[in-house]
């Protein structure tokens, strides 16, 4: 595993869970609005943190710390994911995995092994604007659709979530993601923040207003859709 931050306590990305957070390195993915631009590409070996010092962490605090995010990058991508979580498995925390759901092979794998406890994926966009907001040309939408069907299938809670941005997204596009993924379906708006380490400068996010109007009318036809981190 190629991990390149760690928080070691979170009350926030684990819903109802205190957790450990980390990051691997590495994305097939170049969003506009991405925060974390520095874990994009491949590293030299610079900052990263030896897997066995995560092992270590959650060994000690063991009944303080319900389980592990693995967030990134995309965690996906790493070819060892699967022995690192066995070995998290092992300690008797719970996993969750922040994925963008390019790699619906791997994903019904760990789910059906019994490795992951809970999935957020992030859906980029209505299909037909997804290469634009992923920022990648010729983007595979059936392995999407496939991992969200896989998630939809699986005995494993779940969250889908979109970061909404003023020049990428709009109510017609949201309506539209709302379709894919259902009624009965964890739905989550996450606002676009400005940060020096955005990939893409000039972006803008929604006022607070607009973001409950956004929340209001889709809540009209889609119950479980909610406004985070207002």
């Known amino acids: 595993m190629t991990i390149s931050g760690m928080e070691k306590l979170t ?7 205190m957790a450990c957070l980390i990051f691997t390195q590495g994305c097939n993915f170049r969003c506009p609005f991405c925060h974390n631009k520095n874990l994009l590409m491949d590293t030299n070996g610079d900052g990263i943190i030896d897997e066995n010092e995560v092992l270590d962490y959650l060994k000690k605090r063991k009944g303080l710390v319900d389980g592990i995010c693995i967030s990134g990058g995309e965690p996906l991508l790493q070819r060892d994911i699967e022995s ?8 008797g925390v719970k996993v969750k995995l922040d994925t963008n759901g390019s790699n619906p092979q791997k994903l019904k794998k760990l789910i059906d092994m019994g ?3 809970y999935v957020a994926m992030d859906i980029k966009n209505d299909f037909s604007n997804y290469d634009k907001t992923s920022g990648v040309d010729n983007i595979n939408i059936e392995n999407i659709k496939k991992s969200i069907d896989i998630l939809e299938n699986s005995n494993i809670e779940y969250e889908f979530r979109t970061t909404v941005v003023k020049e990428l997204h709009s109510i017609t596009q949201l309506e539209h993601i709302c379709e894919y993924i259902g009624p009965n379906a ?4 996450q606002n676009y923040r400005d940060c020096s380490n955005v990939l893409q400068s000039g972006l803008n996010g929604f006022s607070e207003k607009e973001l409950f109007d956004i929340q209001n009318i889709l809540n009209m036809k889609y119950p479980n859709v909610t406004v985070r981190g207002i």
């Open 11 to 17: 009350l926030l990305d684990y819903p109802a869970n």
């Open 84 to 91: 690192f979580i066995k070995k998290i498995k092992e300690i």
């Open 115 to 117: 490795l992951i406890d």
């Open 186 to 189: 964890r739905y989550y708006i």
